[in-house]
């Protein structure tokens, strides 16, 4: 190598030198975002180390592109299955707080409204980052992703993901979208009865499947209810959405009440895919299933 060739070589690493020292601010530029719930969030640059606290953030972070991302999670996060590889550190009632503290996270995601409201403050009073993670409508899908995405620096993997889900909505509804809108009663507990009110995804879920929930003007998110009032409305179609094994256990005890239109048109339906409880991408495949189920039951 030449002189010339030498001092030129040198005199280009010595410009990268000076450029890494004058301008660092690229590579830890602060990153401002709204999260789900409307809060800001700035931190100090794109989060390497991220916590999520419930099984549909988990999920929804995957979709945006952040898997790799994910240092620890929570019971039950079972979506996307490269998930199931994250360490678990509690679950959405109760997570280890001294685990949290020591994998020393970028920015922890809660679940809004579904986590342990006690730990969220000690964790805040621990000065951690919080994003809010919140899906209530099936709507919020795609704009939930476009945030994740500006948080995690992949806007591009969560614009993609959000748009297919955009999609996959409108396919639903258009398949689905014109039934009958026969009144539907999911129920989700047997002894006692509990189902799900007007604000719960599963209704959301039920009117892409062109079905009204029977006790959708209810506010509470996942009510009780008793026999007498489940025959004085009269569903059409009763769906047991429980875990495996049991839904017929629970389609069968209504079997005892000829008079409901659910019994008698023999529209009593197993639903066991529990993928319909997620909050995330995923509750669209379940909400495919749940239609076709609706759908059968009009033949």
Not at 198 to 207: E, F, K
Request: charged share 25%; hydrophobic share 45%.
């Amino acid at each position: 190598m030449s002189k010339r060739l030498l001092r030129e070589c040198v005199g280009a690493i010595l410009m990268l030198v000076m450029l890494a020292v004058l301008f660092p601010a690229r590579a830890s530029a602060s990153v401002t975002v709204t999260d789900d719930s409307g809060r800001s969030l700035t931190l100090p640059h794109t989060p390497r180390k991220i916590i999520s606290l419930a099984p549909g953030a988990t999920e929804m972070l995957f979709a945006a592109g952040a898997g790799a991302s994910v240092i620890a999670t929570v019971e039950f996060s079972e979506e996307p299955p490269d998930a199931r590889r994250i360490p678990r550190i509690g679950d959405a009632n109760a997570i280890d707080i001294e685990r949290v503290v020591a994998l020393r996270p970028d920015v922890i995601v809660v679940w809004e409204g579904g986590n342990n409201p006690g730990q969220v403050t000690q964790l805040e009073r621990l000065g951690i980052p919080l994003y809010r993670h919140r899906v209530e409508r099936l709507d919020d899908l795609a704009a939930s992703l476009r945030r994740l995405g500006a948080l995690a620096g992949t806007p591009q993997v969560a614009e993609t993901a959000a748009q297919r889900v955009e999609s996959r909505i409108r396919g639903l509804a258009r398949t689905y979208g014109g039934g009958s809108e026969e009144t539907v009663l999911l129920q989700v507990w047997n002894r006692p009865i509990y189902t799900v009110g007007g604000s719960h995804i599963m209704t959301d879920a039920l009117r892409l499947c062109g079905a009204r929930n029977v006790f959708g003007d209810l506010q509470q998110k996942g009510p009780a209810v008793d026999t007498e009032a489940v025959i004085a409305r009269n569903p059409q179609v009763i769906v047991a959405v429980a875990p495996p094994g049991v839904a017929r256990e629970w389609l069968d005890e209504w079997k005892r009440y000829p008079s409901l239109r659910a019994v008698r048109n023999d529209a009593l339906v197993a639903y066991e895919d529990s993928r319909l409880s997620r909050l995330g991408p995923s509750i669209l495949d379940g909400t495919a299933v749940l239609c076709q189920a609706i759908a059968r039951t009009r033949r």
